[in-house]
């Protein structure tokens, strides 16, 4: 059980055991008196006349369109409703439950102006393993109102959730589990729907996937160091930090550990791509860290728009418009990381094509027994070129796009989600260019008459449990599949 004692306890280890391992979480009654302090503080506003966003007033373009004082609660209900129009398969439970995780929290600061019950209610869902279905797309919103209508509509019976697999009604879940349908106050139903949870917890999952495929990469081109028997000088850490490049010399000290040490006599310089790994790894790995500090902080953070804040200093108590619903870092973060992994791919697509040249691998030309008369691996090659090219497309920023909406009151989006749903594309690329890279690498260590490092040697001889050496044409389809399962696993990582 994990107690929430501030809005602000959560950090990406605790978010994880949340999301990924389902550990409950229990409420602070002090913080939850704190949240009705501040409710009871904004209902004051309303009550004295104070304009709302949302609530004295309509959304969007009809910001201006005053709200009935008796239709005021029914809005908040229908703003989950009328704007549910995403379609297509659902986002992972991880992120659909993350982003309640997030939105929980944000409440929790008081900032949103929601009741305790309504907080009450999402960590009971989190802790009743309520996953709603939010559609995967499309979502151009300047916020995500449309991913969080389909999410929070299922808190008032409305939609769908997910149970076993199977797509049930919301209110039918819901009794299921003796819970009664929420209805959403003052306030709530604004609240739900304006703020940006899915943006973080989409690229949580996406970083925490991005990571053990660096390690991969980074496997593999130590692999290839070892089958080619090209000088590990490269990869020392003095030079990493003559450059005062902490995540190049890990990666440099990473090689030297697949290699035990490596081969440091002095020898003609290996191509480029052999090279460069630890600076172009190491750049990944500097993103990687440096997205995943964002992320510690948004995991914190309120993003909520209009917030109820008190007085502070010469700032008067009231409603502030805000724009934290803006995942703009994040949607930078995306996008770089999408750049980076393709450049690591395109990494590996060098360093096949040597490893097919008998010039450069001192193997037998494409990896075949019977050079000319058999292929050997050289359509592994124009496969990772597919795979590659399709990358750079996909690396290119959605951050950088604009457009009017609502009339032109929401006239600028992040587009953080379609950033991650190109990177999350462009991961599955990547995976299976390290697949076929695999296969290529295993062929190698079978043509290579010395032996290889200790954990090298464990790694082939565990590649060597799913490919067989490639005596012979054969359809190597299936094989790269194997493989890439393989790397997904991690397996290959505990040697």
């Not at 502030?320 to 995306?334: E, I, K, R, W």
């Not at 090298?456 to 050496?469: A, F, K, N, T, Y």
Request: net charge negative; hydrophobic share 40%.
């Amino acid at each position: 059980m994990i107690r929430l004692d501030s809005h602000d306890a959560l950090d990406l280890g605790l978010y994880r055991r949340v999301v990924r391992e389902g550990e409950q979480v229990e409420l602070a009654p002090a913080l939850l008196q704190r949240v009705d302090q501040r409710r009871a503080a904004m209902l004051r506003a309303l009550e004295a006349g104070t304009p709302a966003y949302g609530v004295t007033t309509g959304f969007g373009y009809m910001a201006k369109h005053p709200i009935p004082a008796e239709e005021q609660r029914g809005l908040q209900r229908s703003v989950l409703l009328g704007r549910s129009v995403g379609v297509g398969e659902p986002l992972p439970r991880e992120v659909v439950r993350g982003a309640m995780l997030l939105r929980l929290t944000g409440f929790l600061s008081g900032d949103a102006g929601v009741s305790s019950d309504l907080c009450r209610v999402l960590a009971e869902r989190l802790n009743d393993d309520w996953t709603p279905y939010v559609p995967s797309g499309p979502h151009g919103a300047a916020g995500e109102v449309i991913p969080l209508s389909h999410l929070s509509q299922t808190l008032v019976g409305e939609g769908f959730v997910l149970e076993e697999g199977e797509r049930v009604p919301a209110r039918e879940a819901l009794s299921r589990r003796g819970a009664e349908p929420y209805e959403p106050e003052l306030k709530e139903g604004a609240a739900l729907v304006n703020g940006a949870p899915f943006a973080p917890a989409l690229a949580i999952a996406l970083v925490d996937r991005a990571r053990p495929l660096l390690e991969h990469a980074t496997l593999a081109a130590a692999l290839a160091t070892a089958v080619t028997s090209a000088s590990a000088r490269p990869f020392s850490p003095r030079i990493g930090r003559l450059k005062r490049d902490l995540q190049q010399v890990a990666v440099q000290e990473r090689l030297l550990e697949w290699l035990e040490g490596g081969d440091l006599e002095d020898r003609p310089q290996a191509p480029v791509s052999l090279r460069v790994v630890p600076q172009v790894h190491g750049s990944a790995l500097r993103v990687l860290d440096a997205v995943e500090g964002h992320l510690e902080q948004e995991v914190r953070g309120v993003s909520d728009s209009p917030l109820y804040l008190l007085s502070d200093a010469d700032e008067p108590e009231g409603f502030y418009p805000s724009g934290n619903f803006h995942s703009q870092v994040l949607a930078f973060d995306l996008d770089l990381l999408a750049i980076a992994f393709a450049q690591v791919a395109n990494l590996v697509e060098k360093r096949l094509h040597r490893l097919l040249d008998a010039r450069f691998s001192g193997l037998s030309e494409q990896l075949s027994l019977r050079p000319g008369v058999e292929t050997g691996g050289s359509v592994l090659h124009k496969g990772v070129v597919a795979l590659c090219a399709e990358n750079r497309m996909l690396a290119t920023p959605a951050s950088v796009n604009s457009a009017d909406t609502s009339f032109g009151q929401e006239d600028f989006q992040a587009f953080a989600f379609l950033s991650a749903d190109k990177l999350r594309r462009l991961l599955d690329n990547v995976e299976l260019v390290l697949a076929y890279e695999l296969l290529a690498l295993r062929q190698a260590r079978h043509l290579k008459g010395t032996p290889l490092p200790g954990p090298l040697e464990r790694v082939c001889d565990e590649l060597g449990q799913i490919v067989q050496p490639l005596e012979a044409d054969r359809p190597l389809g299936p094989e790269v599949d194997r493989l890439r399962d393989l790397a997904r696993s991690g397996r290959l990582l505990d040697y």
